[in-house]
């Protein structure tokens, strides 16, 4: 893992990879979002509604990889003190905000036409708004600190007990009795026809691709100001 | 121990005692959090009548009928054990019907007949194609929903 620990290394694998993986996952999400819009059938009792899974979904699994990747790197920054870990959990903060934010967003449409109702206090639409909360409460956290380029520790600790709402997230269809249904896909298999299946992963590859994008976009972003402010506290002081 | 090992201990307690206690947390919201009464955990909770509740089942098949004013409905919603009858006044969700998931705000009336003032369709996990559903509907039998009957 200290192989990449090197930012200067950690730079040269990312400054290709960037370009790379954002226009495989615009190419990807385009084509998914085609796909899911004109060439699906529609659904047995939603009719054309269900065609938003191609957008909520992705949205939501990322919304909470995103904090499970906060999690990672957070234990990282504070066992091992990797020098990358800290950039890398604030990195993920904004897009994953942005993921948990669409995936709220694109629930409540959906929920309109589906279910009769905007939105419900069920344990599922809840916690995954308390996620959301973690997110916002992560990102100002992160950013109290004075340092630019600063990786505290309060935001990592803070990253570690939010992760607890993850494993909720995914079981408060099976604990509780909730609006939501229950999960469609899992390790299990799938209750979902592959007419709908192929291109909802096509779309779940593309968002993940374009959300790794942003992720090294922001921490490339962020060493890229640590160098600036390095530089600058040294000419301060000569 | 190197102080990286240390840390590493630290870690783990702390992230075990975390998980110990959403576990626990959770596991004591289990009836507090449900968002609804089936009829069978109705029953269990003795509910008194007039209270707002909120109720939740699968529309049992044949129990639908319309009244002649074109807005009262009466319908009985079923879980694996029991089943609870409802009346209502008002447009039905899309989505309702028999066989299909609901979850009614409301009360219950001095003859246990459950009052409600406001449906929502409850859809299940699957997703067949409307061409399909024809043909393949052991796609809804095979739901995880435990309110099927």
């Given at each position: 893992m200290h192989r990449f620990a090197n930012p200067a290394r950690f730079l040269r694998i990312a400054r290709p990879l960037t370009p790379a993986l954002f226009w495989l996952g615009l ?39 995103g904090?499970?990747g906060i999690?990672i790197a957070?234990?990282v920054q504070?066992?091992?003190?990797h020098p990358l870990a800290g950039v890398s959990a604030r990195a993920i903060a904004v897009p ?53 380029g600063?990786t ?56 993940s691709l374009l959300f790794g994008a942003l992720v090294l976009m922001r921490m490339r972003a962020a060493l890229a100001e640590m160098r600036i ?10 | ?149």
């Amino acid at each position: 893992m200290h192989r990449f620990a090197n930012p200067a290394r950690f730079l040269r694998i990312a400054r290709p990879l960037t370009p790379a993986l954002f226009w495989l996952g615009l190419i990807l999400t385009l084509a998914a979002c085609i796909w899911g819009l004109f060439f699906t059938p529609t659904e047995r009792l939603m009719g054309d509604t269900v065609k938003i899974i191609f957008v909520h979904v992705p949205a939501a699994w990322l919304g909470m990889g995103g904090w499970t990747g906060i999690a990672i790197a957070s234990i990282v920054q504070l066992v091992w003190r990797h020098p990358l870990a800290g950039v890398s959990a604030r990195a993920i903060a904004v897009p994953g905000a942005t993921f948990a934010a669409i995936c709220l967003i694109t629930g409540s449409i959906w929920g309109r036409p589906t279910w009769g109702t905007w939105w419900v206090w069920d344990g599922r639409l809840t916690s995954m708004l308390v996620l959301f909360f973690l997110y916002l409460g992560y990102i100002a956290l992160s950013n109290a600190s004075s340092n630019k380029g600063d990786t505290s520790r309060v935001a990592a600790v803070f990253g570690i007990i939010g992760a607890i709402n993850i494993p909720i997230i995914n079981r408060s269809v099976i604990w509780w009795e909730s609006q939501h249904q229950k999960a469609s896909i899992t390790l299990g298999g799938s209750s979902i026809d592959s007419a709908y299946l192929v291109p909802l992963f096509v779309a779940v590859a593309g968002f993940s691709l374009l959300f790794g994008a942003l992720v090294l976009m922001r921490m490339r972003a962020a060493l890229a100001e640590m160098r600036i402010e390095a530089r600058m506290r040294r000419m301060a002081e000569s | 121990m190197k102080p990286k090992h240390q840390r590493l201990l630290l870690a783990i307690i702390a992230v075990a005692a975390l998980v110990g206690a959403g576990l626990i947390a959770a596991s004591a919201l289990r009836e507090e959090a449900s968002y609804f009464y089936t009829p069978t955990t109705l029953v269990a909770a003795n509910v008194e009548p007039g209270k707002a509740i909120r109720l939740g089942g699968m529309v049992q098949k044949g129990s639908i009928v319309r009244g002649g004013d074109g807005v009262s409905i009466t319908f009985t919603v079923r879980d694996q054990r029991r089943s609870q009858k409802v009346a209502y006044r008002g447009i039905t969700p899309d989505l309702f019907g028999e066989g299909s998931g609901v979850v009614a705000d409301g009360r219950l009336g001095p003859d246990r007949v459950f009052v409600a003032d406001s449906l929502l369709a409850k859809h299940d996990e699957n997703y067949v194609p409307r061409e399909l559903a024809d043909i393949d509907m052991s796609a809804a039998a095979k739901t995880k929903d435990t309110l099927v009957p």
